[in-house]
């Protein structure tokens, strides 16, 4: 006789990962295979109403069919039925910004220990909830108590100037700390659970872009700024020797262009993002193709110049000249045309700019099929699955 107290609780074998955008939710299916994510399939369906996710309140039953819709699409694909799940939030909803601050010893001489390390890091890491709650509280209208903060990350620990890996059994007494944080509203997080509760979801994590960026390429020690052009929104991260530096995002994005096509050519919105995707692929023909470069040209000088403004406020100096694009809106070649050849205004560039495509197969470890691995459009799911 078998005592099932005694078993080990197997792990589970096949795991769900979603990642809702402002204007699609993606779904994949995927195991693990020793350090390897084997993605079994993918689904993607977009919301018929592009301002969606603006909030959750009176749509939630909206977001959860699409969910569900989307979920029921990958499952028929790939014959498997799993309840645990990643989960990508958009970032106008789940937030990341990276944070320096500071700490003072005053036994300066005496070795860190153990204790005196966890105490720095929660002090820290209270003053940077402390830091972020309020000045998103005096953006969005919350209370700064009104915000949940899901990860708190040590980036970089300097002491006295000096960069360290670590603090502990290390002397001095100015400690400079970089700290990356993910954090949403309470209200939020309660909707988004109560949604997956209901589709009886078990949500292992939820996980921002920006988290696994420190160990995908830190080893490399990378110089780039990554675009993430959505549906409504342009995510950017700057990476500084494989190190994260900087994390914004912009309200200006793909609808932008969807929208003015729809508005110009006096079709709806659907048939107008099927025209945008001809587009992109160089299927039309030469005079709708220059037709649809007029349209749309006004609306990328302007995502353009929004992505000046945002850069300015950054502090570095010089920016990388590796710039990788992914993202449905990514896609567009005058996207590509104005990185490379348009006017940057006073922002100095360590070299000229380059740009690039960042498709799933630049990940380390992935495996899948090569239609999905090609695609820049999925790139921002497969960094869900780097828990």
């Not at 005496?110 to 909830?129: A, C, M, N, P, T």
Request: include cysteine.
């Amino acid at each position: 006789m078998r005592l099932k107290f005694f078993e080990k609780k197997q792990k589970p074998e096949h795991f769900l990962a979603i990642d809702i955008g402002t204007e699609t939710v993606k779904a994949l299916v995927f195991k693990k295979e020793n350090n390897k994510k084997i993605v079994l399939g993918q689904a993607l369906e977009y919301f018929e109403e592009p301002t969606i996710f603006r909030e959750f309140d009176s749509r939630n039953e909206i977001l959860q069919k699409i969910i569900s819709k989307v979920i029921a699409e990958v499952q028929s694909i790939t014959k498997i039925k799993t309840q645990d799940l990643l989960l990508g939030l958009p970032a106008n909803v789940l937030i990341g910004r990276i944070v320096e601050q500071s700490f003072n010893r005053e036994n300066s001489k005496e070795l860190i220990s153990e204790r005196d390390e966890f105490q720095i890091h929660q002090e820290i890491f209270k003053k940077v909830k402390f830091k972020l709650s309020n000045e998103f509280a005096q953006k969005t209208g919350l209370l700064s108590q009104d915000f949940h903060f899901l990860n708190l990350k040590i980036l970089e620990s300097k002491i006295d100037g000096y960069e360290v890996p670590s603090i502990l059994k290390m002397a001095g007494a100015n400690l400079e700390f970089k700290i990356l944080a993910t954090f949403l509203s309470k209200y939020q997080l309660e909707k988004i659970k109560e949604i997956c509760q209901n589709l009886n979801l078990k949500i292992l994590k939820i996980v921002h872009l920006a988290d696994n960026f420190p160990h995908l390429f830190f080893q490399e020690k990378l110089d780039a700024f990554f675009l993430d052009i959505g549906g409504q929104l342009t995510n950017v991260l700057i990476l500084e020797k494989g190190k994260l530096a900087k994390i914004f995002e912009f309200e200006k994005a793909g609808i932008d262009f969807t929208r003015k096509i729809s508005q110009v050519l006096g079709m709806s919105f659907s048939e107008a993002r099927s025209l945008k995707h001809d587009f992109a692929q160089s299927v039309l023909s030469k005079g709708v193709r220059q037709k649809i470069e007029e349209i749309i040209s006004p609306d990328i000088k302007d995502w353009f110049k929004n992505l000046k403004e945002n850069l300015k406020e950054s502090p570095e100096k010089l920016l990388p000249s590796n710039i990788f694009l992914f993202g449905g809106g990514g896609l567009l070649p005058q996207i590509s045309e104005i990185l490379e050849k348009g006017v940057w205004d006073n922002l100095t560039f360590v070299s000229k700019p380059k740009i690039n495509f960042f498709y799933p197969k630049n990940l380390k470890n992935v495996k899948s099929q090569e239609e999905i691995l090609n695609n820049p459009q999925n790139t921002s799911i497969f960094f869900i699955l780097y828990d």
